[in-house]
């Protein structure tokens, strides 16, 4: 089985207005270019401990299509019965008619099951049929800080039992990154770190020098080359979804089979320059269609509508997937809108989306 995964190919790339190019780490071959850091001065990290503790619950996922095609990517047991956090672009190909399968770090495969997936945070939940296994608990309340040292571990490349370190960069960043189906969607809080990890990292755990599950490793920037597309390898540019999201979306897999977030009742479309230009604004989001007794239609917007800000931020895609990534069910969001010429407010109450 290759280890790139149907998709997971350079169209997958987005561009950021920062030049780089955020990918999906579920399997791909590609060169190292970026130098190391070592953790932070004044600290140490025994991550020789940490690799004999944290690998033995560390799995390499199989995920394989109906059609053959599939790829490779990583996860973490967090319980001791068989679940499995990974992420949802790593198994998207098996959801129609595939099969997943898991590499123990004993050496043994056995077939896993999918409990459910939420591509708009990107983290899945598998189960396997063992019992008394090697636990990595997902550790929402560890305190994160900038330059912690930290440890990254799974299957870069097809390579399953790797282990490479270096510090958190960042902290709560907000990053739009391609989703297994299509499309964008957005890490909110995601935790930056400069931690080499590459394709086939995606959904292995981030661990403090403790041996903590703080982050599910998910994306990775790269810098485009002379002809616009995205080169291999991790340049120390690299985002894990937080342990809280994690946390979060895996129980309510576990208890629902599903995750749940909120909907605005509205179609909507980014304007054109052209069409910017015709408001008089300089970005907007235009409604296309207002579903019946959503909270758009109940906060009185219609189609031919043109959001400008959105809970009091510019309206713009990026914006919007923030906000249904981050907010909950039952919030009021405020938004100005343009109806012809006439600026309007009006406010939102979300709803679960159908």
């Given at each position: 089985?290759?280890?790139?995964?149907?998709?997971?190919?350079?169209?997958?790339?987005v561009v950021t207005a920062a030049g780089l190019a955020i990918a999906l780490l579920g399997g791909a071959a590609g060169a190292i270019v970026a130098s190391r850091l070592n953790p932070a001065s004044g600290t140490s990290c025994d991550t020789v401990?940490?690799?004999?503790?944290?690998?033995?619950?560390?799995?390499?996922?199989f995920a394989t299509a109906a059609n053959g095609q599939g790829g490779t990517g990583s996860g973490?047991?967090?319980?001791?019965?068989?679940?499995?956090?990974?992420?949802?672009?790593?198994?998207?190909?098996?959801?129609?008619g595939g099969t997943i399968e898991v590499l123990m770090n004993s050496g043994e495969k056995v077939p896993?099951?999918?409990?459910?997936?939420d591509p708009i945070t990107d983290l899945a939940?598998?189960?396997?049929?063992?019992?008394?296994?090697?636990?990595?608990?997902?550790?929402?309340?560890?305190?994160?800080v900038v330059g912690q040292p930290v440890v990254a571990l799974g299957a870069p490349l097809g390579l399953s039992g790797t282990v490479t370190s270096g510090i958190i960069s960042a902290l709560d960043r907000n990053v739009p990154v391609p989703t297994g189906a299509g499309g964008t969607t957005i890490l909110t809080g995601a935790l930056q770190t400069d931690t080499s990890i590459n394709p086939g990292n995606s959904g292995g755990p981030l661990v403090t020098c403790d041996g903590r599950l703080i982050g599910?490793?998910?994306?990775?920037?790269?810098?485009?080359?002379?002809n616009g597309e995205a080169s291999g390898g991790s340049v120390g540019l690299n985002f894990a979804v937080s342990a809280p999201t994690a946390s979060r979306i895996a129980s309510q897999i576990l208890a629902d089979g599903r995750a749940t977030h909120p909907w605005i009742g509205a179609q909507i479309a980014e304007i054109t320059p052209t069409t910017a230009a015709r408001f008089g604004v300089r970005q907007g989001l235009f409604v296309q269609q207002v579903v019946k007794d959503g909270p758009a239609a109940r906060a009185g917007l219609q189609?031919?509508?043109v959001l400008v800000t959105i809970g009091g931020k510019p309206a713009t895609g990026l914006s919007l997937a923030w906000l249904l990534v981050s907010a909950s069910v039952g919030d009021q969001v405020e938004v100005e809108y343009l109806r012809g010429s006439e600026l309007s407010r009006a406010t939102l109450t979300l709803i679960e989306q159908p």
């Open positions: 089985m290759s280890t790139e995964s149907a998709g997971h190919r350079s169209g997958w790339m401990r940490v690799a004999e503790t944290v690998l033995p619950s560390v799995v390499t996922v973490a047991i967090t319980t001791a019965d068989g679940v499995i956090v990974t992420n949802d672009h790593v198994i998207h190909a098996a959801v129609a896993a099951t999918l409990v459910g997936t939940v598998l189960h396997i049929a063992k019992t008394g296994l090697p636990e990595l608990p997902l550790d929402a309340a560890n305190t994160v599910v490793n998910t994306a990775g920037a790269a810098v485009p080359n002379a189609a031919g509508d």
